[in-house]
T-cell receptor, first 111, second 114 residues
Framework: GENVEQHPSTLSVQEGDSAVIKCTYS??????FPWYKQELGKRPQLIID?????GEKKDQRIAVTLNKTAKHFSLHITETQPEDSAVYFC??????????FGTGTRLKVLA | GAGVSQSPSNKVTEKGKDVELRCDPI?????LYWYRQSLGQGLEFLIY????????KSGLPSDRFSAERTGGSVSTLTIQRTQQEDSAVYLC????????????FGPGTRLTVL
């Protein structure tokens, strides 16, 4: 089955700097990779996802890149703001409907 | 429209007691998932239901855990003979029938086993 590893577990950046979170997966058949953001005390919410037919997807200050050969995908946040502070989870499918989540990255944006 | 709802929001129980956690998915969502999130940890997959298919129970940590989904809508997660290590936030999520769709999470039930 799928195995997902996420790094780093914690990340502190100065406001305005960029943040990068990386995930690796094991199942070469996986072809959909979502990222969820969980603010303190709140439920996880999808912020961006990518399918394997593209190598990069961007939505304003957030982008995700995918390297299928190396089996890793990364979340990039540019011009970070305090409201970006949260825990971010990557996920990869195991089969058609089941998802395996990474262990999460706690991002702290320092003002 | 209404999102995913869960009840209760908090549950404190004594070791050895049984508990039931409820999830109401978004109307029309045929896929329903249960996850466990321990303090400061990731999302641990427990079980998912897809339409009328047999559920994938591969993530249930022991036979004390069970779940059912009645009428393809509401789901109940039952933990029998609770242990202190069962203390966690239990999250439910639902999504449309198509694969690779966004999962919409509920607010979770915080379970504390004393």
């Amino acid at each position: 089955g799928e195995n997902v590893e996420q790094h780093p577990s914690t990340l502190s950046v100065q406001e305005g700097d960029s943040a990068v979170i990386k995930c690796t997966y094991s199942d070469s058949a996986s072809n959909y990779f979502p990222w969820y953001k969980q603010e303190l005390g709140k439920r996880p919410q999808l912020i961006i996802d990518i399918r394997s037919n593209v190598g990069e997807k961007k939505d304003q200050r957030i982008a995700v890149t995918l390297n299928k050969t190396a089996k890793h995908f990364s979340l990039h946040i540019t011009e970070t703001q305090p409201e970006d502070s949260a825990v971010y989870f990557c996920a990869a499918p195991s089969g058609t409907y089941k998802y395996i989540f990474g262990t999460g990255t706690r991002l702290k944006v320092l003002a | 429209g209404a999102g995913v709802s869960q009840s209760p929001s908090n549950k404190v129980t004594e070791k050895g007691k049984d508990v039931e956690l409820r999830c109401d998915p978004i109307s029309g969502h045929t896929a329903l998932y249960w996850y466990r999130q321990s303090l400061g940890q990731g999302l641990e997959f427990l079980i998912y239901f897809q339409g009328n298919s047999a559920p994938d129970k591969s993530g249930l940590p022991s036979d004390r855990f069970s779940a059912e989904r009645t009428g393809g809508s509401v789901s109940t997660l039952t933990i029998q003979r609770t242990q202190q290590e069962d203390s966690a936030v239990y999250l439910c999520a639902s999504s449309l029938v198509l694969a690779y769709n966004e999962q919409f999470f509920g607010p979770g039930t915080r379970l504390t086993v004393l």
